[in-house]
């Protein structure tokens, strides 16, 4: 009886977890949660308690001077998400592949030869850090999502974009 109340559980906790308007007390700086007090209120879920995390998984968002270091150290592929022409247009971040954002799955699931042929570089390795970039940062996110999708482990994005880029490069 007490397993199967736990077991229901499993289906409780995601939504917990990432919803503070259903459990407000559960919510912690940082958007990480606890169930401390959801567990003490309920004795079955002890077993389960959760707390909240300082030191967990590295962030997905990587700032202007991370990404510098990153290109600098060729510690990382960069991949623009945007569309070709955007890239002509506007311009980029040098060292950048492009990789536009429709052909994102596509491309990450290609044979190594195959990848470079069309893209004019490596493949990454899942277990390579990709940090994806865009405009403004909403298309990255989107292309960081896939990627996990397919399995790629150390994978960021940066929020800033093509204009954060131009704009800390006009101060730098």
Not at 3 to 23: D, Q
Not at 30 to 47: D, E, I, M, P, Q
Not at 52 to 69: F, N, T
Request: aromatic share 10%; proline share 6%; charged share 20%.
């Amino acid at each position: 009886m007490t397993l199967r109340r736990c077991w229901k559980l499993s289906g409780v906790v995601p939504r917990l977890l990432w919803n503070p308007a259903v459990f407000p007390a559960a919510s912690v700086a940082g958007k990480r949660h606890s169930l401390s007090a959801f567990a003490n209120t309920h004795s079955c879920y002890k077993r389960l308690l959760l707390r909240s995390w300082s030191s967990g998984a590295p962030s997905i968002e990587v700032s202007y001077d991370r990404l510098k270091q990153l290109l600098a150290g060729r510690k990382s592929v960069v991949i623009d998400v945007r569309e070709p022409w955007e890239l002509r247009e506007y311009g980029f971040i040098p060292g950048s592949v492009n990789v536009p954002l429709g052909q994102v799955s596509a491309a990450l699931q290609l044979g190594p030869e195959e990848f470079r042929e069309k893209y004019g570089a490596e493949l990454p390795q899942q277990t390579d850090n990709i940090v994806f970039s865009c405009l403004a940062g909403i298309r990255s996110k989107t292309a960081l999502e896939t990627a996990v999708s397919l399995g790629y482990k150390d994978v960021q994005h940066y929020p800033g974009g093509w204009q954060g880029w131009v704009e800390n490069e006009k101060h730098n």
